[in-house]
Structure formats: structure tokens, C-alpha cells
């Protein structure tokens, strides 16, 4: 099978044929994508996937085999799941809703929509898990290296964690939204050719050990790519092998070659980085670059930097590509908005005994004030009822208010209308350059790894009132049954 139609749970094909038996499948939906919280403890996240989730958009069709598959399911009964109609209507189907979305490489925050879609209630709904799926895992991979390369304060990092990741297409498109994140290369080759990463990598343990001795195999390595001879150095002794690495960069200089450096992978490395230092400008190569790797992460990182480690280049790799300490980014895919069939717009909202889980209502949009050229707060305001105001509430605090006094500037743009395209792809590189722009404009407290500062973001005032009345009629009729 080659179509990704079926890439979704079966509670949404239930609910989609459950609308088409009782003759709503005309009516119209507005979803919202966002999370609740900002991954790893953290301040805020970096946009990723939309066009992984633009290419599933524009592709999805349910073929033949996918139709195939769907008559063979059965109920409880042993009755077909799905009757012919049904899966004809499947067979019909094409991507025709409206998509807004905050573009890729955008710091966006906890309760802001990502993704909004409006169209057909049967379609919107069935691209939820796909839409999820795609945005949750980069948006959590390019928060990740976003982490990481600030932890790195401006130092090269390589995303070295194909072998660690969760599966071919999680390593692809790990690699991709680390990119995005600020990771400057991969060792991931088919990442490289798909995406146009540039790729890094030098030898392993195996190289060394498959000669005589430390100084045969750095020789030979030396030889053969005299243009890439950065230097593994911890197989037996980490600081011989650093001798030895000098050994071979002092031959490279006499063949008009220049030592790239060498590699820690193991022990103290901040000790150890410290001492190759050393012995690396005592002998003349100030130059040669020391790499790390050995389990790295943003922590790791930052600890190394306070205890004056010279590391130059960070080799991060199972932390970053497997997210590691929060596996999953936690989106949620909620209605806002209803329309029947010749009917008004309607809003929506679910209850929960979490204040967290209560959804927001309308047809929402974020709206991001600047000072000084600094981010100053994001409002969420309904398209519905419109920005009556510039003043948030905080949705869980309603004694904490803010207001603006600029226009500001709308996150989600329009990306289909009625299944079409309308928003051109940006090559990757202007991706990047997005988050990094981005990021600038934000208070270096936001962006701290422990105990960030909180950025305002809150609901406009008129958006809050209205979800407090919906909140409170839902309860008293719930209370009344």
C-alpha cells in the first residue's frame, strides 16, 4: 500500500461514518492543534512538520486497497463495520477543508492553536490522528535541538542519532525538524540527500580496533581522508590517543594536510577536553576542533560549559533524536466551532475537571504584540466574534491581565482553502533562519532550561468572557439533568 489514508485510529473512520448514516456529513467543523504545555520544562516550542502534514493533506485518498481493507472489518455481530455506501463515500473523498497554520521554525506556546481546520465535519476529523502524529513528533524534536543549541551557546551540534531512533521515519524526520531546531548537520545520509542536510561523520571504535595498533589506524584513516581526519581518541587511552592524533596531524601538515581534530565519546569530558586542549596548542594545532559526544543533552551540555570544558562541536544523539525525558509533546486536536447544514456557526467547547483540558471556543487565531521590537505577548482571539479588545486574561488565572497598545501580528496563515493550496513551501534553510529570527526576539529568561520565565499569553478579554459563560450555562445544565 502506498496511500497514508489509513494512518488514522478507527474511531475517526466510526464517527465519520456515524455522521454520513445520519445525514451530516455537510456539516462544517472547525478543529483546532495545539498542547498544553511546553515540553522538557521548558518556556515554549518550535513549530515543525507543517509540510510533511501538507504533503499528507494534499495526497490523501482512500485506493482501492485501503477500501479493501476497510470491507473487511467487523462488528461485534460479525457484520460488516463499514456498508458499501460508506466506503464508497471513502472512495469520493478528497482533502476540500480550509487550513491555517503557524509556519514552521514559529515560537509558539502552550494553548495556542498550531493548526486550524474548517471544512466538512467528516474530513476535518479524519486527518486529526495523521495531523498529530506529524506535528507533535517534529514540534517536540525542534523544541529538542532548540534546547540543545542554546545550551551549545553558538558551538556546532551534530544530530548523531539515527541508530537510536524510533524507526526509520523517525530518524528522517527527527533529523529534518532537528534541522529546524538549529542542529547544523547530520550523520543521518539519507536525511542528508532527502532533505539537503549537510552531513558529518568521521570513524568508530571498530576503525581502530581492526588495526595492529592506535597509531596504524589514525595513519591509515589519515591517508585515506586526509581531508576529514578528525580523530577518535578514548579506545584504549584518551589522552595517548590525543599524542597519537598529533603524531598523524603533524604528517597530514607535511602532505599539505591540516588535522581536523579530534573526539571524545567517553570518561571526564570536560577534564579531558581541557587537557587535549593543551596538548593540541603546545604541539601546534590550535585550530584542531575537539567533538564530544557520549550521550549529550541540554543539561549535559550546559554543565560542561560552567565547568570551562573546551569542547568546540557537540555530537548529540540518542537525548536529541528519542526526545529523551519527555517522549511524547501532548497535542490535542479539539472542535471550536459548528455549523449545521444552512445553519449559523455555533461554538463548542468540552468541560473537564481539569481546568487545563477545557477547551477554548470560537474560530481562534493568535496574535503576537511586539515592544521595542521585542515580543511583548500572544493573544487568542475568536475570528467569530473578532479582537474587541488588546487586554488578555490569563485562562487560568483571571486576576492576571495584560494590555497592548500595537496592533500585533496573526500567527496562523492561510495554508489551503477548500483543499488547494494557497501557501507556498519555504525552502528548509528559510525555515531555519525563521527560528532563529524568532527566537531572538525573545527575553533570554524565556529561553532559560530551569524555571523559565512565563511569556503572557492569554484569551482576549471578550473570548475569556464568552468561554465563562459557556463554561458556567454547561455546568448549571449538566447540574439541572
Do not use: M, T
Given at each position: 500500500m502506498t496511500s497514508r489514508a489509513l494512518l488514522t485510529d478507527l474511531y475517526q473512520l466510526t464517527m465519520a461514518y456515524g455522521w454520513f448514516r445520519i445525514g451530516r456529513a455537510d456539516d462544517e467543523a472547525v478543529f483546532h492543534l495545539l498542547f498544553r504545555n511546553a515540553p522538557f520544562g521548558g518556556g515554549y516550542a518550535i513549530a515543525a512538520g507543517l509540510e510533511d502534514a501538507i504533503r499528507y493533506l494534499e495526497e490523501l485518498r482512500f485506493d482501492a486497497d485501503d477500501l479493501g481493507y476497510l470491507a473487511t472489518l467487523r462488528g461485534n455481530d460479525d457484520a460488516p463495520l463499514f456498508p458499501d455506501d460508506f466506503l464508497r463515500f471513502l472512495g469520493e473523498l478528497r482533502f476540500d477543508c480550509d487550513v491555517d497554520a503557524v509556519p514552521e521554525g514559529t515560537v509558539v506556546f502552550a494553548q495556542e492553536p498550531l493548526v486550524r481546520v474548517r471544512g466538512r465535519l467528516p474530513v476535518a476529523q479524519i486527518v486529526e490522528t495523521a495531523l498529530l502524529n506529524i506535528i507533535n513528533f517534529q514540534t517536540l524534536i525542534a523544541t529538542k535541538a532548540a534546547r540543545v543549541v542554546h545550551a551549545a551557546e553558538g558551538d556546532p551540534v551534530i544530530d548523531f542519532g539515527l541508530r537510536r531512533a524510533q524507526g526509520e521515519n523517525g530518524a528522517l524526520s527527527a533529523a529534518r525538524a532537528a534541522y529546524i531546531g538549529g542542529v547544523g548537520s547530520t550523520s543521518n545520509v539519507l536525511a542528508g540527500a532527502r532533505y539537503g542536510l549537510p552531513v558529518r561523520g568521521t570513524h568508530a571504535h571498530s576503525w581502530v580496533l581492526s588495526f595492529d595498533s592506535e597509531q596504524d589506524a589514525f595513519a591509515a584513516y589519515a591517508d585515506v581522508l586526509p581531508n576529514n581526519a578528525l580523530l577518535l581518541v578514548d579506545t584504549y587511552d584518551t589522552l595517548d590517543g590525543v599524542r597519537h592524533a598529533i603524531d598523524v596531524g603533524r604528517r597530514?601538515?607535511?602532505?599539505?594536510?591540516?588535522?581536523?581534530?579530534?573526539?571524545?565519546?567517553?570518561?571526564?569530558?570536560?577534564?579531558?577536553?581541557?587537557?587535549a586542549r593543551k596538548l593540541l596548542d603546545d604541539a601546534g594545532f590550535p585550530n584542531a576542533v575537539i567533538a564530544a559526544s557520549n550521550d549529550l543533552d541540554e543539561q549535559t551540555i550546559?554543565?560542561?560549559?560552567?565547568?570551562?570544558a573546551r569542547i568546540t562541536v557537540w555530537g548529540v544523539g540518542t537525548r536529541l533524536i528519542t526526545a529523551y525525558d519527555q517522549p511524547a509533546l501532548g497535542g490535542v486536536y479539539k472542535l471550536g466551532a459548528l455549523r449545521r447544514a444552512g445553519g449559523a456557526w455555533e461554538h463548542r467547547l468540552k468541560l473537564s475537571e481539569q481546568t487545563a483540558k477545557v477547551s477554548t471556543p470560537g474560530v481562534l487565531q493568535v496574535r503576537r504584540f511586539t515592544r521595542d521590537g521585542e515580543a511583548a505577548g500572544d493573544m487568542i482571539w475568536d475570528e467569530l466574534t473578532g479582537a474587541r479588545t488588546r487586554t488578555i486574561v490569563d485562562p487560568f488565572d483571571l486576576t492576571r491581565r495584560k494590555s497592548f497598545d500595537s496592533d500585533g501580528e496573526d500567527l496562523l496563515?492561510?495554508?489551503?482553502?477548500?483543499?488547494?493550496?494557497?501557501?507556498?513551501?519555504?525552502?528548509?534553510?528559510?525555515?531555519?533562519a525563521r527560528r532563529e529570527r524568532d527566537l531572538a526576539r525573545f527575553h533570554e529568561g524565556i529561553k532559560r532550561l530551569v524555571n523559565p520565565h512565563r511569556y503572557p499569553v492569554g484569551l482576549e478579554q471578550s473570548l475569556f468572557d464568552l468561554k465563562t459563560r459557556l463554561v458556567l450555562a454547561a455546568r448549571a445544565a449538566s447540574a439541572a439533568r
Open positions: 597530514l601538515r607535511e602532505r599539505g594536510h591540516e588535522l581536523s581534530g579530534i573526539r571524545l565519546d567517553s570518561g571526564d569530558l570536560a577534564y579531558l577536553s581541557i587537557e550546559a554543565s560542561l560549559k560552567q565547568q570551562r496563515v492561510p495554508v489551503f482553502r477548500n483543499g488547494q493550496r494557497v501557501y507556498d513551501l519555504p525552502p528548509l534553510d528559510e525555515v531555519r
